[in-house]
């Protein structure tokens, strides 16, 4: 069956695409190659490549998809020997690195030496160069200077919002309000917080977008109570400083949420000179989505690289306003951050320079000077381009999957996020759903990863470490959080379906380098297994 499909295949290709056949055989072409990925599918080459026309047509009406239609011998060329013939559909855990990208990091660091940069002679200099400019490249990606902003590395988006909590000047009075749909990461802020008195509250989009609740901190809003505990600090800075958090896009669905917010938080929603700051999580928005702190000055913005790029992990940074750097308390200190300190007696001098004083030992200076050839993979085809690739596929994929109904006419699928409203500005390269059966009960998501993973498709399953989001699609109270906590152990386990309602979903993720014969095979996946 294989070899029959195999051959069909590269008939159809060339064929197709006029790949070269001589008498000692076919030459593979990047096409053949690209395509022959498929062949592990249960699909028909020659009916998904109609497919790919009628998509083409509704989709992608003014060349959205494919890169001027060079992504197939890309990924063949920059990706698919480490497929395994597999199709990966989770970007939000990790983007992916090209084969030449790693070429040049390879290239780079094997013909030059880089030293410690707190050493001092001439080729630790070099590493100095090389994180100046990669804190350059950073902030114009972000279209600021270091007049605006500073850079601070951390190990990733949670490293940065981890320094946020420890760093800001929480006093008895201060609030930590974030929007309900935040990662764990953002949440665990409040430890923070709470610890020095400070108050937390959680807010939905309908509150800070709706009319008619002026104070979002006051209880009357919606009932939610504050939360607090016993201050720690005997002592507070004068100034009361509050902090409101929200992801550019969350990561369960991919719902986008108003950039706009960064600019209105401060006035319409808390009262002017209220002492709002601002703190942006990119983590999930940046892989296919630009942002102008110039329009959308966040006080703090943070995010993970690998995420945007693939490689390197263990490197994320934090981006704060200048104008809030003074604010941050910094309470550890550590090789790279102190001037001058004293082992006796309580004495310790930190860094003037914002990014000297957070950057807690060394910084991981090898990935640093590995950054901008990731950066240099994004401008190839431009932000711009890889979200109306993305979104073009997502778009089909959407359309495709909400309209497939069992026998009985009831649905297979349950999706969540805000797909239905084709805006790209709201909704990003993420669908979540929950597989039915012709009853219309949940398949547990555990039963349909086996499937899916067996099949050679890579999508994650669980509640994505974001409790606000997942819990608030799926209906479930918080209450029912502690009481199926104490049954479980992790984000995403074999607890799927408790008392009826999915703990979690599958999420497919898509990003610059997906395609849509990944889509076409994904959605004749579940023709052929879940259908009925
Ligand atoms: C929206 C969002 N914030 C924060 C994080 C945490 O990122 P990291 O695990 O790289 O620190 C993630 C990772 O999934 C995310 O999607
Ligand atoms: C296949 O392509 C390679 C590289 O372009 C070439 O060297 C080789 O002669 C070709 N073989 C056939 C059978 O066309
Ligand atoms: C392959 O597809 C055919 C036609 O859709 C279907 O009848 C068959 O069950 C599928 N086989 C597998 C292994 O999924
Ligand atoms: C496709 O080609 C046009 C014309 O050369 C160019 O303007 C556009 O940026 C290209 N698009 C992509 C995604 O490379
Ligand atoms: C905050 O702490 C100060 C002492 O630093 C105290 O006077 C004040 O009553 C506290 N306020 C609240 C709301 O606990
Ligand atoms: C950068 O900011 C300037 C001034 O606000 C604006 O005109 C320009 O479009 C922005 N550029 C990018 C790439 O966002
Ligand atoms: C959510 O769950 C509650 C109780 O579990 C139920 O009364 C309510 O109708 C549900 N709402 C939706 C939108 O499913
Ligand atoms: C996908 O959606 C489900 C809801 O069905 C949710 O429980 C799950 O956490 C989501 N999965 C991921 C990986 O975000």
Not at 7 to 24: D, H, M, P, R, S
Not at 262 to 280: I, S, Y
């Given at each position: 069956m294989k070899v029959n499909i195999i051959l069909l295949l590269t008939f159809l290709i060339n064929i197709v695409f006029g790949g070269y056949c001589t008498q000692e055989g076919c030459n593979e072409t990047l096409l053949d190659k690209y395509y022959s990925r498929f062949s592990h599918y249960n699909i028909s080459i020659e009916a998904m490549l109609k497919e790919k026309e009628e998509f083409k047509k509704q989709y992608s009406p003014n060349n959205e998809y494919g890169y001027n239609n060079t992504i197939e011998e890309f990924v063949a060329e920059e990706l698919q020997d480490r497929l395994d013939n597999k199709i990966f559909f989770d970007y939000t855990a990790n983007g992916v690195y090209t084969k030449s990208q790693m070429q040049k990091v390879f290239n780079n660091l094997n013909s030059k030496f880089f030293a410690n940069a707190h050493s001092h002679n001439s080729v630790s200099s070099r590493t100095d160069n090389a994180v100046h400019e990669a804190r350059q490249l950073i902030l114009k990606r972000f279209n600021v200077t270091s007049a605006e902003y500073t850079v601070i590395f951390t190990a990733g988006a949670t490293g940065a919002l981890k320094l946020i909590g420890e760093s800001f000047p929480w006093t008895n009075n201060s609030k930590f309000m974030y929007l309900r749909q935040n990662h764990n990461s953002v949440?665990?802020?409040?430890?923070?917080?709470?610890?020095?008195?400070?108050?937390?509250?959680?807010?939905?989009?309908?509150?800070?977008?709706?009319?008619?609740?002026?104070?979002?901190?006051?209880?009357?809003?919606?009932?939610?109570?504050?939360?607090?505990?016993?201050?720690?600090l005997t002592e507070y800075p004068t100034k009361v400083y509050n902090l409101f958090a929200f992801p550019g896009t969350e990561n369960f669905a991919g719902v986008k949420y108003p950039l706009e917010w960064v600019n209105k938080f401060g006035n319409e929603k808390t009262g002017k000179n209220n002492n709002w700051l601002v703190l942006l999580d990119a983590a999930a928005y940046l892989s296919t989505g630009r942002l102008d702190l110039r329009k959308y000055p966040a006080d703090f913005v943070v995010m993970s690289f690998y995420k945007i790029i693939g490689y390197p992990t263990g490197l994320g940074a934090l981006l704060v306003k200048n104008e809030v750097m003074d604010l941050m308390q910094k309470s550890f200190f550590g090789g790279g951050t102190v001037v001058m300190s004293d082992c006796d007696t309580h004495f310790c001098l930190l860094h003037e320079s914002g990014c000297q004083r957070f950057e807690d030992g060394t910084i991981s200076f090898l990935s640093i000077a590995s950054l901008k050839y990731g950066f240099e993979q994004q401008d190839h085809f431009g932000v711009e381009n890889i979200q109306n690739h993305v979104m073009s596929i997502v778009d089909y994929l959407y359309?495709?999957?909400?309209?497939?109904?069992?026998?009985?006419?009831?649905?297979?699928?349950?999706?969540?996020?805000?797909?239905?409203?084709?805006d790209h500005s709201i909704q990003g390269?993420?669908?979540?759903?929950?597989?039915?059966?012709?009853k219309g009960n949940y398949v547990g998501y555990s039963i349909v990863e086996k499937k899916l993973d067996e099949a050679g498709f890579q999508v994650r399953t669980g509640s994505s470490c974001n409790p606000g989001a997942c819990y608030g699609y799926l209906n479930i109270t918080s209450d029912e959080v502690k009481k199926f906590s104490l049954l479980r152990n992790g984000c995403g386990d074999e607890h799927d379906i408790m008392e009826g309602k999915p703990l979690g979903g599958v999420r497919v993720s898509l990003g610059y380098l997906s395609t849509f014969e990944e889509a076409y095979s994904f959605i004749e996946f579940f023709k052929q297994n879940f259908q009925h």
């Amino acid at each position: 069956m294989k070899v029959n499909i195999i051959l069909l295949l590269t008939f159809l290709i060339n064929i197709v695409f006029g790949g070269y056949c001589t008498q000692e055989g076919c030459n593979e072409t990047l096409l053949d190659k690209y395509y022959s990925r498929f062949s592990h599918y249960n699909i028909s080459i020659e009916a998904m490549l109609k497919e790919k026309e009628e998509f083409k047509k509704q989709y992608s009406p003014n060349n959205e998809y494919g890169y001027n239609n060079t992504i197939e011998e890309f990924v063949a060329e920059e990706l698919q020997d480490r497929l395994d013939n597999k199709i990966f559909f989770d970007y939000t855990a990790n983007g992916v690195y090209t084969k030449s990208q790693m070429q040049k990091v390879f290239n780079n660091l094997n013909s030059k030496f880089f030293a410690n940069a707190h050493s001092h002679n001439s080729v630790s200099s070099r590493t100095d160069n090389a994180v100046h400019e990669a804190r350059q490249l950073i902030l114009k990606r972000f279209n600021v200077t270091s007049a605006e902003y500073t850079v601070i590395f951390t190990a990733g988006a949670t490293g940065a919002l981890k320094l946020i909590g420890e760093s800001f000047p929480w006093t008895n009075n201060s609030k930590f309000m974030y929007l309900r749909q935040n990662h764990n990461s953002v949440l665990g802020i409040r430890e923070y917080a709470l610890e020095q008195g400070a108050e937390f509250k959680t807010v939905t989009e309908e509150e800070l977008t709706s009319e008619g609740c002026d104070n979002l901190f006051d209880e009357k809003c919606d009932g939610i109570p504050k939360i607090l505990r016993k201050p720690t600090l005997t002592e507070y800075p004068t100034k009361v400083y509050n902090l409101f958090a929200f992801p550019g896009t969350e990561n369960f669905a991919g719902v986008k949420y108003p950039l706009e917010w960064v600019n209105k938080f401060g006035n319409e929603k808390t009262g002017k000179n209220n002492n709002w700051l601002v703190l942006l999580d990119a983590a999930a928005y940046l892989s296919t989505g630009r942002l102008d702190l110039r329009k959308y000055p966040a006080d703090f913005v943070v995010m993970s690289f690998y995420k945007i790029i693939g490689y390197p992990t263990g490197l994320g940074a934090l981006l704060v306003k200048n104008e809030v750097m003074d604010l941050m308390q910094k309470s550890f200190f550590g090789g790279g951050t102190v001037v001058m300190s004293d082992c006796d007696t309580h004495f310790c001098l930190l860094h003037e320079s914002g990014c000297q004083r957070f950057e807690d030992g060394t910084i991981s200076f090898l990935s640093i000077a590995s950054l901008k050839y990731g950066f240099e993979q994004q401008d190839h085809f431009g932000v711009e381009n890889i979200q109306n690739h993305v979104m073009s596929i997502v778009d089909y994929l959407y359309d495709k999957l909400s309209n497939l109904k069992h026998s009985t006419g009831l649905p297979v699928f349950e999706i969540y996020g805000k797909h239905a409203q084709h805006d790209h500005s709201i909704q990003g390269p993420i669908i979540n759903l929950s597989v039915k059966d012709e009853k219309g009960n949940y398949v547990g998501y555990s039963i349909v990863e086996k499937k899916l993973d067996e099949a050679g498709f890579q999508v994650r399953t669980g509640s994505s470490c974001n409790p606000g989001a997942c819990y608030g699609y799926l209906n479930i109270t918080s209450d029912e959080v502690k009481k199926f906590s104490l049954l479980r152990n992790g984000c995403g386990d074999e607890h799927d379906i408790m008392e009826g309602k999915p703990l979690g979903g599958v999420r497919v993720s898509l990003g610059y380098l997906s395609t849509f014969e990944e889509a076409y095979s994904f959605i004749e996946f579940f023709k052929q297994n879940f259908q009925h």
